[in-house]
């Protein structure tokens, strides 16, 4: 027999499974009310448009839609693309984009371009789950600086920085996610965000700023984005359909300058060729449709529902005299409960799994798992009477276990 | 200014744009006739049934097609993959196979698991130029092993392990193509199939099999496959979607032992989290109603034709008796020209160019780009017009050179 372990790489061997996807198998009975995946809610899919424009391209262009693609990506998607991107007030040729298979993607060739073992990135604590998975399979050696309300804390990722920079180190990117944060549900302040963009500009650092729910707006105002913010080509954004249309097309796309985007082009040439061409059509045809926008203000609509709802039950049920606090989200699909420091939500986990209730640890977010007394809460996926019925049952677990 | 190229990782630096997309870009003109791509025709395109499945999936299961989908694939594709591997004496299980983002994402996935940088691989020499760029990108060692007409030329690949052995070198796997060998269009004879095997099986070694064009055989009979050939659980191959249905949907899947397979998921879920659940749905229902192996008969009907014509104009018109000679292909997309040593094709493709015929640059398929005497042709694209009035051109090409 030969023995596989001896083949692997010091890179596969750095891998986990996602817990959170393990966790997920478990929370999959009907019977249990789950707060615990990121899915969009299904009700905000237009099935009816994407069967009328499937069939359109199907009979327009089937050839050439069920026919390889560019590594690029298809051009006309990508100019419907630098059109929405110029709604937000950034302005981009086809040089600074390049479509990927969603934002996961442009994480892993974010990794792939950047990182050599041990090279150091700057994430928030928490940071999202799937970042850490990417940049850990390439052996990057991640530093975590904590977030509040308004984001990452700039004065301790300053002190971090000098720590390192004492130390002889430079990050080769600082990774963020300032929109309505998974899984924190906060949103970096303007204020910090030209701090972090000074800093970067200063020391001469990357920024990777992470997107997906930026235009998952349900509250406040817009605060601009940090790719539309910098003038010096640091910041290289990553954004996806999956929760803005639909993520079962699997489509994203990274902006960036075109030094850098080269790079992940040529990275993703030997990772899968091409983005599918059929789904890139689809897409393309629903953006020049004029289709998008609606699509999101009606998705926006059910998660401000959702959103109010579920910050209501836990208003009313959780026990918050006890010291558990949760954020309050103006967008995206999560909010972040937090129990004082000495319990342990991975093991209250099991318990509220019996009272037919699921979260996700929020050990599963921080580097190294350092943290145990915090989960996070999805409140797109579920039914409003889900909310209802869950909350309760999620703090009567609480109540007990703090008690 | 922020100087890109220090943050870049070592892995990026030793990647290049593929040379073959580069070159695509110049073939693309519509008065050349280019042998150069390796699309299969359009003509196979199961067009209708694919508008048909498509309406179906959308109104039945739409939600479901449109949301995440598991890192490991739709199940009921994977089942339907079981079966289909089953026909060709391949038996599995769910926990034997992976769906991937076509076969490319296969060879990444197979580099990312085993490579540490600098770790050997044994390939053929020529090989497929995508294995080449996904092993590059981390950094993989590759030793290649000549072949002939009957595939790797087991003796050599002897030598050559023997003298990694003096070197106190093991290589992590060998790569293969044994149908219908991209670039060579030959095919491993079932003799250095079972040497192939006993000599993996006694130095440990793993075996990897890219199957890409298995089903597409228009002359022959049937050689077992590497994978059904083993019993000691040494073969990992790797499919794809591509050249028997359609290469829009990029669909493939890797089978192996379940350890292996195991790390391949995990690693997949860093990369993409999931394959498009979308195409995997229509491709699931396409083989349920018993689609493929009629689609499959069709595409090998047309590249038969194409592939008996274009040997028929090399007959006639190509200077053979100047030393210039083609594989014969049984199967497949491609065949491969070689001149005697002393030409340089990269040098000849300017001048196929200005008499309007196009063909891939040889060196393009080797380790290093060391030979240069070779060029590969396509045959599944161009018309068969095309191929008529294309060999001519290029032989006449070739004729004035070889003077």
Known sequence: ??????????????????????????????????????LPSPESFPIEEIKKITMEVLEKNGTKALQYGATEGFPPLADELIKLMALDNVKIGRENLAITIASQQGLDLVGKIFFNPGDIAIVESPTYVGALS?????????????????????????????????????????????????????????????QLIEIAKKEKIMIIED???????FRGKNIPSLYSMDKEGLVVSLFTFSKIFVPGFRLGWAIGP????????????????????????????????KLLLPTVKKTVSIYEKKNKLML?????????????????????????VTLPEKYDCDKIFTKAIEKKVAYVVGSAFYVGGKKKNSFRMNF??????QIKVGVKRLAEVIDNEIK
Chains 1, 2 share one sequence.
Do not use: C
């Open 1 to 38: 027999m030969i023995q596989y372990d001896l083949a692997f790489s010091k890179n596969i061997k750095a891998m986990k499974r996602s817990v959170i996807r393990e966790l997920l198998k478990v929370t999959q009975s009907p019977e249990i009310i789950s707060f615990a995946g990121g």
């Open 211 to 217: 997107s997906p729910y930026r235009m998952v707006r």
């Open 312 to 336: 209501e039950m836990l208003d009313k049920y959780m026990p918050k005299k006890k010291g558990v606090r949760w954020t309050k989200p103006d967008g995206g699909l999560f909010l972040w």
């Open 380 to 385: 797109s996926y579920p039914s409003m009477e």
């Open 134 to 194: 990417a940049f850990n399979s390439y052996r990057g050696k991640l530093v975590d600086v904590e977030l509040d309300d308004d984001g990452m804390r700039i004065d301790i990722l300053k002190k971090t920085l000098a720590n390192l920079k004492k130390q002889g180190k430079k990050p080769k990117f600082i990774y963020v996610i300032p929109d309505f944060h998974n899984p924190a549900g906060v949103t970096l302040s303007y204020e910090r965000r030209k």
């Open 258 to 289: 075109k030094e850098i985007i080269d790079k992940m082009i040529i990275a993703k040439q030997a990772t899968d060729l091409s983005t599918p061409e059929i789904t890139q059509h689809i897409a393309a045809s629903f953006l020049q449709k």
